[in-house]
């Protein structure tokens, strides 16, 4: 994404259009230029999520730029605005096309090959029959590809599409001449032999079969492109779009943008807080796991920070604004989202460095070529059919299947052994990862409270403890009332009913149980009630804390009856997992948003081998950030929306298939398995998929390069150059299909 100049002066205004029809970095930046050359508008063109962020002046009208952009060849509307969906829209029509030109491929192969070489098993109209299912295969499947060089035409430059649109018109205008106007001369089999009369048209499984495969490849970069927005979109939902704002007493419901710092709002039970702020009234539980992680909804009261996005789970908060808009932790891991985005849609594969110089020198020598042979006498029907050897010699058949085949046999595996690869970016990332980061909530813990311990003084018994507390945590839907509710009902056989329940906020709960007045809570509420704890008592609160969990104290008729200890245990599978991370040479980074206490307990009981813990969402992303900056290639597992934007900075990301959307749609690779052991299975995968991906290149250029000047010379004529491009496509397919063997983890 191209960095711009902001216009100067009080009247300039941002908006944000949504842009379709991109297929390269080179168009966004085409559009980006479009823009910019508008007076009074700086613009910034975002490839990855297909969105233009401008700068304009206040007399320049939206329709102006909505216009220059439709002129520039692609389409473009108001983000926001009640409108299709441009890029799912897209999705669907590749994948129409893509349906389309692979049911028609299949037969024009099998026709046109096999009755082209075998001239007895021919029938009358045969080259009628193939070119008639090739049309609709040309000139509307492989649409896309024609636009797209055409547009290319308009502004004096060149791409894979514009190779791609001259191969295949060309094979098919040279089947439908050779068909309809007649051919009886033979071709030659690399000047050693003559071809059956009439071979010509195999052509036609040339433009069917380079049509269908670079159709499924733009099919599914689409589909990723399509997600890489949709993370923004997801985390743009979690935005409240209403708040209670106070005035002179009074709540005004009113929309968030009407929100200003120092502005009081109310929140209540059940509702998300619209900015960031400080309490100023009311006490509650704040659920803040979607953005700092911490698996236990934090206790607040007046004079405590709180953050936009956060859930209020009990009490009427009223809360004083200190950031809105843009500067609250919510909307900054928007933003961190997004340029991480478009840092990674900056990124040139080798295709396209490579295809900057192979598409203009290709198009120069088959000009050559036809130019050569017309020159030193030969007919223009030879000079023809040499210039099309070499369009056809060129056209990127292998080189389409190099990624996609790869990629399919890839993934296939990959799924087979609980991983997704999501596309190309994935494979490259995986290449050089020397640092695995591993969130902790949710990734390398369950994500959810278990009662661990029951303490109970002397002359009870911990069934008994359970029991009282169980029967009073059932009133509750407190994370940590729910594990002591589930130890209990494994614990003992039916909890009894609870009366006169009363939930406070931040602190517990009370009731009446069997006749017995019941208090269950934390620390501070049984020194509220001056209930005075044994030291045995102490002893364990101290001690729990020290681990990082969470102590509970339970009373019965005011007097300390014990202590329950609750936490996020670690996931059986994830010390192992470090180690084989560790084998790989691999260095393991714990990084959470977690008390440091908890997170180096944890930290130390899996192995890692740093621990960076009490990290919120936007420091997750700059930690990564940062250590890139310092030569680390960094792999990033997470699961949570607070994750989102350190999974999509990182090098490679992995996110646990049972996570958020937000982490789902921001990561790299999906890890099916719940078994942790599946990272470092999908990072061998990766590394596997990526060198047969590699192999699969250097085979389809080689193939091109050496080819060419056969073509160029005449020693190739259309027919055969057609055969070497499918016996090239069938070794490109065979490499691929070798990851099928691919076994998980190495043995030791």
């Known amino acids: 994404m191209t960095i711009t100049t902001t216009p100067a002066g009080p009247s300039v205004r941002t908006i944000e259009l949504n842009v379709s029809g991109m297929t390269c970095a080179a168009c966004s ?34 329709e102006v730029l909505l216009e220059r952009v439709r002129k520039a060849g692609y389409q473009a509307r108001l983000r926001g605005e009640d409108a299709p969906d441009l890029t799912t829209a897209r999705v669907r029509d590749l994948r129409r096309r893509l349906i389309v030109a692979a049911v028609l491929a299949v037969p024009i192969g099998d026709l046109s090959i096999t009755l082209a070489l075998v001239p007895s098993l021919r029938f009358p109209g045969w080259q009628v029959l193939c070119l008639a299912l090739a049309t609709p295969v040309v000139f509307w499947a492989a649409l896309p590809f024609h636009r797209a060089a055409l547009r290319n035409l308009r502004h004096r ?80 939902a979690l935005a409240a779009k209403e708040v209670r704002v106070l005035r002179d007493g009074v709540e005004r419901l009113v929309p968030i943008g009407e ?28 659920d803040t796991s979607a953005l700092t992680g911490e698996p236990v909804p934090a206790e607040v009261t007046e004079g405590d920070r709180v953050l936009g996005a956060a859930l209020n789970r009990e009490g009427r908060l009223v809360v004083r604004a200190t950031a809105v808009g843009a500067h609250t932790q919510l909307a900054q891991m928007t933003a961190l989202a997004e340029q991480a985005q478009a840092r990674k849609a ?60 790869a990629l399919a046999a890839g993934v296939g595996r990959g799924a087979q052994l609980g991983i997704l690869i999501k596309g190309p970016e994935a494979l490259e990332a995986s290449r050089r990862v020397d640092t695995v980061v591993l969130d902790k909530t949710g990734t390398v813990t369950t994500g959810r409270m278990t009662c661990i311990a029951a303490h109970p003084v002397a002359g009870r018994t911990g069934g008994e403890l359970l029991w009282f507390a169980g029967a009073v945590e059932s009133g509750s839907e407190h ?48 020194a509220e009630r001056a209930i005075v704890l044994p030291q045995e008592c102490v002893e364990r609160i101290v001690a729990a804390q020290a681990d990082g969990a969470v102590a509970v104290v339970v009373a019965i008729d005011g007097e300390a009856a014990g202590v329950l200890v609750v936490r996020d245990v670690v996931k059986p599978s994830a010390r192992g997992a470090v180690a084989e991370l560790r084998k790989l040479g691999l260095r393991t980074v714990l990084l959470t948003g977690d008390h440091r206490i908890a997170a180096e307990t944890v930290g130390a009981e899996i192995g890692v081998d740093e621990v960076l813990a009490e990290v919120l969402p936007a420091e997750k992303a700059a930690v990564i950030d940062r250590l890139r900056a310092g030569g680390a290639r960094v792999a990033m597992v997470g699961d949570g929306i607070n994750d989102g934007p350190a999974l999509a900075g990182a090098d490679l990301g992995l996110a646990m298939a049972h996570g958020s959307d937000i982490a789902l749609r921001s990561a790299d690779v999906v890890l099916v398995r719940e078994d942790l052991g599946v990272v470092p299975d ?67």
């Open 29 to 62: 930046a085409r559009v980006e230029r479009t823009l910019n050359k508008i007076d009074g508008v700086r613009a910034s063109v975002n490839y990855a999520t297909e969105r233009a962020t401008v700068h304009v002046s206040a007399d320049v009208g939206d």
């Open 682 to 748: 999908a990072i061998r995968l990766a590394n596997r998929t990526l060198g047969v991906l590699r192999g699969n290149l250097v085979w389809a250029f080689a193939y091109n390069v050496a080819a060419l000047p056969l073509a160029a010379l005449g020693l190739l004529n259309p027919l055969i150059a057609g055969a070497a491009m499918s016996l090239s496509s069938v070794l490109v397919v065979s490499n691929s299909l070798r990851l099928r063997s691919f076994g998980g983890p190495s043995p030791d």
């Open 157 to 236: 430059s060149s791409s894979m599409d514009t190779l791609v649109s001259l191969g295949v018109l060309a094979s098919f205008t040279w089947s439908a001449w050779t068909t309809l106007a007649g051919s009886a001369e033979p071709g030659y089999w690399v000047g050693f032999g003559p071809t059956a009369p009439g071979a010509d048209a195999v052509y036609l499984d040339v433009a069917a079969g380079v049509t269908t495969f670079l159709l499924a490849g733009r099919y599914f970069e689409s589909r990723s492109r399509r997600s890489a927005a949709g993370l923004l979109a997801a985390l743009d």
């Open 479 to 526: 994370a940590v009332a729910a594990a002591v509710v589930t130890a209990a009902e494994a614990e003992v056989a039916g909890l009894p009913e609870v009366t006169e329940f009363a939930a406070l906020p931040g602190l517990g709960a009370e009731g009446r149980v069997d006749g017995h007045r019941v208090l269950v809570g934390s620390p501070r509420l049984v």
């Open 346 to 405: 900056s990124v040139q594969r080798l295709v396209d460095r490579i295809c900057a110089v192979f598409v203009p020198a290709v198009l120069v020598l088959a000009v050559l070529t036809a130019l050569g042979w017309w020159w030193t006498g030969h007919p223009v029907r030879d000079a023809f059919t040499a210039a099309i050897s070499v369009l056809i010699i060129a056209c990127p058949c292998a080189l389409g299947l190099a990624t996609p085949t």
């Open 259 to 286: 929100l200003a710092v120092d502005d009081r709002f109310v929140v209540r039970p059940g509702e998300a807080l619209a900015a960031d702020g400080i309490v100023t009234a009311g006490r509650s539980t704040v």
